[in-house]
């Protein structure tokens, strides 16, 4: 079974990485860094000071919290107890494999970046419901993104993503719920 599923695995990683253009390398390089995002976090900045208002210190904490979370365990939980090499550290891969990054640490599962970018945004859609639908919309996109741009560019297998996203999700969706506990208490 585990052998079915790292052929899937590599085959749509492979289908991913290797189809690529300079436009497509710009888009990918440029949505992977956290500079890139830099006006999206000052506008969600904004948006949060200016709905939430005073209580916008301990909404801006809660965020912390689930980065900090989804981080550590993407790492300390995960990447550190599977050991799953990054498909560019993979010694049958290397020579297929196109990077133009560089590779990143040696082990990929769970994905760091699916994780914590999945879970911001699961937890801004659940505490500022309703939402603006095309900031919903832009905050999705910004994830999947996120997510494509790790197997594009050589450094996640499309699986590593997925783990990271639903670690993300879970995260999310804890601390949005003890945001708004927190929230109705003071």
């Known amino acids: 079974m585990f052998e079915i599923l790292q052929n899937i695995d590599e085959h749509w990683l492979l289908l991913i990485n290797q189809h690529f253009s300079p436009v ?26 200016r709905k939430f208002r005073m209580k916008a210190i301990l909404v801006l904490l809660m965020v912390a919290l689930t980065v900090t979370l989804t981080d550590q365990l993407s790492v300390h939980l995960f990447k550190e107890v599977f050991l799953r090499l990054r498909p560019c550290h993979h010694p049958d891969l290397q020579d297929s494999i196109r990077t133009i990054i560089g590779c990143g640490g040696k082990y990929g599962f769970v994905s760091s970046h699916a994780a914590n970018s999945a879970g911001l945004v699961t937890f801004l859609l659940l505490v500022f419901r309703p939402m603006n639908m095309i900031l919903a919309l832009f905050l999705i996109v910004y994830v999947l993104l996120n997510m494509v741009s790790r197997v594009y560019l050589g450094v996640h297998y499309p699986f590593d993503v997925l783990g990271g996203a639903f670690l993300g999700i879970i995260c999310g969706l804890t601390t949005s719920h003890l945001t708004k506990f927190l929230i109705s208490k003071f």
């Open 24 to 49: 497509l390398d710009y888009l990918m390089i440029f949505s992977t860094g956290t500079l890139s995002w830099l006006p999206l976090y000052i506008l969600l900045l904004y948006l949060i000071i």
